[in-house]
């Protein structure tokens, strides 16, 4: 048989045929009038999907670039922020604060748990020596969605920092309404580019956070950065990654041409066809209720016996279809299956047809069709009300 090869992990993401186009634009000098116009426009695309009048910057560099940046520019060795810990990235924003000499207040609530706020805001409240706070938008390594707005509420005495990586353009982001000072994200989840983009947005706030913040940085200079994204023609402390900025370009038009309202709602069938099929492939969800499903990612156990690194690996070898395993422990027990930027609903049967299949191979008792069909119901209901 042949198959085809299809990439389904949270970032990097299947590139569309136009942007994919867009990066083969022949080379141009950053520091003209033709760059600076493509550069303006990025920036601009950008603060409307983040919904903000913030300043933007933009790097050549894969995400945790712009955190570590983020870092780099708001602190001083010593000084306290609070991490809220409930999975990977989250725990990977507590070691990049540490490398940075910061004093580091964790609210860990485990891997994939609930944040309690209460407790955010209990903690937040008794040490006043904090002076931001952190927390992702969408945990990659568990699919869970963690409450933002309610995030920036508790933390708006404080600067709050959200990492929106697998987030944007998947799920509603109102950086200005909701008061999120830095927003981090980049090009190779849901924005369907290529990786090597980063972005940040910064508020007055984090501003003035910034003109007193000394740890040591240079490729990462936000205030270098702003200089120059606000010259005649706005171009970049350093060269930029042109072609891939092309591509971010066209991306950006599409996302924006469909409209936001409609890309998150297509997110979200995505994402119930996914742990519906799932669920009828016999697999247990990690998460279990909502609201707290991820529109980019869903994660579930494997059958005891069963490895996720192996079957994974057995998957992308036997039918085409990549996902990923889980994180750090979870490596051995749990797949991932990534569902944002430029897939479609039939691919995502194509990935459960194609893990139903293998889990019977190894044995497991399933009639073939059944996760395929519970998928195909929920995209059916979406087309009839018009949903996408
Ligand atoms: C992908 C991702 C990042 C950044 O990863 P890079 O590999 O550096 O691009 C950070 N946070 C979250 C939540 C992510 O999903």
Known sequence: MLYKKRLMVPGPTPVPH????????????????????????????????????????????????????????????????????????????????????????????????????????????????????????????????????????????????????????????????????????????????????????????????????????????????????????PHTPWTPAISLLYQLDAALEMLLAEGLEKVYRRHEVLGRATREGLKAAGLQLLLEKEPRFASAVTAAYLPSGLHADEFVETLAADYGIQITDGPGLYKDKLIRVGHCGYIDPFEIQAALSAIELLLIAYGCRLQPGEAAKAAQKIVAEAVADQVC
């Not at 300043?55 to 001083?76: K, R, Y």
């Not at 207040?105 to 006043?128: M, N, P, S, Y």
């Not at 969605?145 to 005495?157: L, Y």
């Not at 956070?209 to 200079?221: E, H, L």
Request: charged share 25%; hydrophobic share 45%; net charge neutral.
């Open 18 to 233: 136009q942007v994919a186009q867009a990066g083969a634009k022949p080379m141009i000098d950053e520091r003209t009038p033709e760059f600076g116009e493509l550069f303006a426009r990025v920036g601009t695309n950008i603060k409307k999907i983040l919904h903000t009048r913030n300043d933007v910057l933009v790097f050549t560099s894969s995400i945790t670039g712009a955190c570590e940046g983020t870092v780099q520019n708001l602190f001083n060795p010593g000084d306290k922020v609070l991490v809220i810990n409930n999975g990977f990235f989250a725990q990977r924003w507590v070691e990049m604060c540490k490398a940075y000499r910061l004093a580091v207040i964790e609210c860990d609530f485990g891997f994939a748990g609930e944040i309690d706020f209460a407790q955010v805001a209990r903690v937040l409240e008794q040490d006043r020596e904090i002076v931001a706070a952190i927390c992702v938008l969408c945990e990659t390594s568990t699919g869970m969605v963690n409450d933002i707005e309610r995030f920036a509420k508790v933390a708006q005495n404080v600067i709050s920092i959200v990492d929106a990586a697998s987030g944007v353009a998947v799920t509603e982001i109102r950086a200005d309404q909701w008061g999120i000072d830095v927003v981090v994200s980049g090009g190779q989840k849901a924005l369907m580019t290529p990786p090597g983009i980063s972005f940040v947005s910064v508020s007055d706030k984090a501003w003035e956070r910034n003109a007193r913040a000394g740890s040591p940085r240079f490729y990462f200079d936000w205030q270098k950065a702003k200089r120059y994204s606000q010259d005649k023609y």
